[in-house]
C-alpha cells in the first residue's frame, strides 16, 4: 500500500481488517504511533483512552476472526468531547468540566462502540462547543494540521484536525452553527451536520437544544455514509428523535447527479466571502454541471442574511437555560470554600466558565428576560419560520442548494479573539441549515495559497441519501481527498 | 430596565441584575467589559428587529414531525445511585450534601 495505514479511509481499513490483512490491534497501534509523532504540533485530543483502545482493538479482532464484524469493527475514531462515553472523561473543554466522568454513553457512541468502533480518545472544542476556532477551549490549543500558525476552526477543531492528520479514521462532531461544517472545510475533510432528528442527541452535553446535532468528519464522502450509517436512526432516550428508520446511505453514492437540480445561493458568493472560496465553490459546482446537473446560477436566500442574528439570540437563550445547570451540587467543579449557597454557586460559575460561556449565558438571560422577551426571543423564533419558509420554498425549485462551507480559509490563531462579532460571521454560511433544520454538507473543493477549502451542499430534510450523492460525485472527480497536510 | 433599545442602551446594572439572574459572579471591571461586550452582541442580533413578522407564527422546533413525544409508562432499571453520585463534589451517603440554605 503506497499510504501509510493512518491514511486508508475507514472503508478501506474495513476491508482490510474484514479480509484479516490487518488486525484491529496493529491498525489502532498505528494510530497511537501517529498520535505520538504528530500531537505536539496538532494538539486534536484532550484525553487519550490507551487502555479502553487496547480492550476494544482486542473485542474487534475477535469479533472479525468469528465472522460477526460490522462495517466499523476495529475501524479507529476520536469523538469531540462533548459525547459522554461511560467510565472516560467528558470535559467539554471546560473548567467546569475537567474532572467529570461520564456514568452513561451517548447513544451516538453506544452505536459506534457497539459496532466495534475503537475509541481512541476525546477531541478538543471550544468550550461547551461556543466558537468557531477552538480557541475557546479552556484545556488545550488545537492547531491547523495545514498551517500550524492557524485556526482548525469550531468548534469541532480537535475532531476536524484529528481526521485530516491520520490521528483518527473518522469522528464524530456535533454542529450548532456551524461546528462540523466549518472546521470541515478549514481542515480539509468532509463534514455532515445531519436532518435536525436524524441522529440521537441523548448524551451530548446540551448548548442549545432546538439545534444540536451530531454528525460524521471523515477523509471521503463514502466513509461519511458508512458513519451515519451506523449513527443514524430513532432513539426513544432522545424525544426529539425522528420515528422512522434510516436507509442505507451507502446505496445511492454512485448513482451521479444527472438532472439533479441544484440552486447556486448567490448571496453567499458576494459581500464578506474571500473572492478566492467563491470562485473554488463555483469551480466545484461547475464540475457537478458538466457531470449531468442542472444548476440554476441565481438562487437566492435573501431573508437567509438574519439567520445570524436569530441564531444569536436562539443559541444564547437556550445556552442560559440548559447551562443553568452546573451548580456545582451534582456534578463538575465546585467552589467549596465559598461561605453559603449562592456565593457558592456564584464563585462556581464565575471559576468554572470561561468568557464566552459567560456572555452567551448573559446575553440569552437578557433576550429572555421580561420587557425583552418579544423584541428578541420571540422576534427570533417568528424570524425562524421566515427562514424555514425560505428554505421549504427553494427545495420545491432545488433539490440541493450550494454556497462556499466557510467565507474565508482557516484564519489566524488570535487574529478574532477580541472581536466575538467578528468570529461569529465565520460561520455566516452554516448557521441558516442549523435555523431550518435542515441537513448540509462540507465537501473539500481545493485549496487557497495552501489552504483547504469547502463546498457546502444543502438539501430539505432527511435528504442526506441525495446529499452524499452529489458529493461524491464531486469528490470522485477531484484529487482533494488524496491530499493530506505537510506534518 | 425600561424599553428594548438594543446597544448603547445597556447599562451596568442592567448587566449586574442579569449576572445575578444568571448566579455568575463578576467584579466591577468584569461587569464593565461584559457591558460593552453585550453592546455589540445586542447591535448584531439588533438586525431581527428589521424583518417584518406581521402575522407569523414562532418556529420553536425545526422539524415538522415530531410533537408531544411520551414514552410508555414502563418501569425500567435507573442508573443505579453511586453511578448518580459519581461526580458529586460533596456527598453524604447516598445524597449530594449542598451548603447550607439559610444562615
Not at chain 1, 468469528?66 to 466499523?72: N, Q, S, V
Not at chain 1, 489552504?451 to 470522485?476: D, I, K, R
Not at chain 2, 448584531?44 to 410508555?72: C, K, L, W, Y
Request: one cysteine or more.
Amino acid at each position: 500500500m503506497a499510504e501509510p495505514l493512518y491514511y486508508l479511509s475507514a472503508g478501506e481499513m474495513s476491508d482490510a481488517l474484514q479480509r484479516r490483512e490487518l488486525s484491529a490491534a496493529e491498525l489502532s497501534e498505528a494510530h497511537f504511533d501517529r498520535i505520538a509523532e504528530v500531537e505536539d504540533e496538532v494538539g486534536a485530543y484532550l484525553s487519550v483512552t490507551t487502555n479502553l483502545a487496547i480492550d476494544q482493538a482486542r473485542a474487534a479482532d475477535a469479533r472479525l476472526a468469528a465472522g460477526t464484524a460490522a462495517p466499523l469493527t476495529g475501524v479507529p475514531m476520536q469523538l469531540k468531547d462533548n459525547l459522554n462515553v461511560r467510565g472516560t472523561a467528558t470535559t467539554c473543554a471546560s473548567r467546569m468540566l475537567e474532572t467529570y466522568v461520564a456514568p452513561y454513553d451517548a447513544t451516538a457512541a453506544a452505536a459506534l462502540t457497539g459496532a466495534g468502533a475503537v475509541l481512541l480518545g476525546k477531541g478538543n472544542m471550544d468550550e461547551f462547543a461556543m466558537g468557531s476556532s477552538t480557541e475557546n477551549s479552556a484545556l488545550g490549543v488545537t492547531r491547523n494540521p495545514w498551517d500550524r500558525e492557524r485556526v482548525p476552526g469550531g468548534s469541532s477543531g480537535g475532531p476536524a484536525a484529528a481526521v485530516a492528520a491520520g490521528e483518527a479514521a473518522f469522528a464524530l462532531g456535533s454542529d450548532t452553527g456551524g461546528s462540523i461544517r466549518q472546521p470541515a472545510a478549514f481542515c480539509g475533510v468532509v463534514g455532515l451536520k445531519p436532518t435536525y432528528g436524524l441522529v440521537s442527541r441523548y448524551g451530548l452535553v446540551a448548548f442549545a437544544s432546538s439545534l444540536d446535532q451530531i454528525g460524521p468528519m471523515t477523509r471521503t464522502v463514502r466513509d461519511c455514509a458508512i458513519v451515519l450509517n451506523a449513527i443514524a436512526g430513532h432513539d426513544p432516550k432522545d424525544s426529539t428523535s425522528i420515528p422512522a428508520p434510516a436507509p442505507d446511505y451507502t446505496a445511492r453514492l454512485d448513482a451521479g447527479v444527472e438532472g439533479m437540480r441544484i440552486g447556486v445561493v448567490r448571496d453567499y458568493f458576494g459581500e464578506g466571502i474571500a473572492p478566492e472560496a467563491a470562485r473554488a465553490a463555483r469551480e466545484a459546482i461547475g464540475s457537478l454541471e458538466s457531470m449531468g446537473a442542472q444548476v440554476d446560477w441565481e438562487a437566492s436566500l435573501p431573508n437567509s442574511r438574519a439567520a445570524l442574528a436569530v441564531y444569536y439570540i436562539i443559541a444564547p437563550s437556550e445556552c442560559s437555560a440548559n447551562l443553568a445547570r452546573y451548580d456545582g451540587v451534582k456534578y463538575g467543579y465546585s467552589d467549596t470554600e465559598a461561605d453559603g449557597l449562592w456565593a457558592a454557586l456564584e464563585a462556581t460559575r464565575r471559576e468554572g466558565f470561561g468568557a464566552e460561556v459567560k456572555r452567551r449565558i448573559l446575553l440569552g438571560a437578557y433576550a429572555l428576560s421580561a420587557g425583552y422577551y418579544d423584541a428578541y426571543y420571540l422576534k427570533a423564533l417568528q424570524v425562524r419560520t421566515i427562514i424555514r419558509r425560505e428554505f421549504a420554498e427553494a427545495f420545491e425549485r432545488y433539490d440541493l442548494l450550494a454556497t462556499p462551507s466557510t467565507p474565508t480559509p482557516a484564519f489566524k490563531l488570535g487574529e478574532k479573539t477580541a472581536d466575538p462579532v467578528a468570529m461569529h460571521a465565520s460561520d455566516v454560511c452554516n448557521v441558516p441549515v442549523n435555523i431550518a433544520g435542515i441537513p448540509a454538507v462540507s465537501v473539500p473543493c481545493g485549496f487557497v495559497d495552501g489552504l483547504p477549502v469547502g463546498l457546502q451542499l444543502m438539501g430539505p430534510h432527511l435528504s442526506e441519501s441525495a446529499l452524499l450523492q452529489a458529493a461524491y460525485a464531486y469528490e470522485q472527480s477531484t484529487p482533494w481527498r488524496d491530499e493530506h497536510p505537510p506534518l | 430596565m425600561a424599553s428594548p433599545e438594543p446597544g448603547s442602551a445597556l447599562t451596568l446594572d442592567d448587566v449586574r441584575h442579569i449576572a445575578a439572574l444568571c448566579r455568575i459572579g463578576m467584579t466591577d471591571a468584569e461587569l464593565e467589559r461584559m457591558r460593552a461586550e453585550l453592546a455589540d452582541l445586542l447591535g448584531e442580533v439588533a438586525f431581527v428587529q428589521s424583518v417584518d413578522t406581521t402575522g407569523i407564527d414562532p418556529t420553536g422546533h425545526a422539524v415538522d414531525n415530531v410533537h408531544s413525544v411520551m414514552r410508555d409508562d414502563e418501569a425500567t432499571d435507573p442508573m443505579p445511585a453511586e453511578d448518580v453520585l459519581l461526580n458529586a463534589p460533596l456527598r453524604e451517603g447516598v445524597y449530594f450534601r449542598t451548603r447550607s440554605v439559610l444562615d
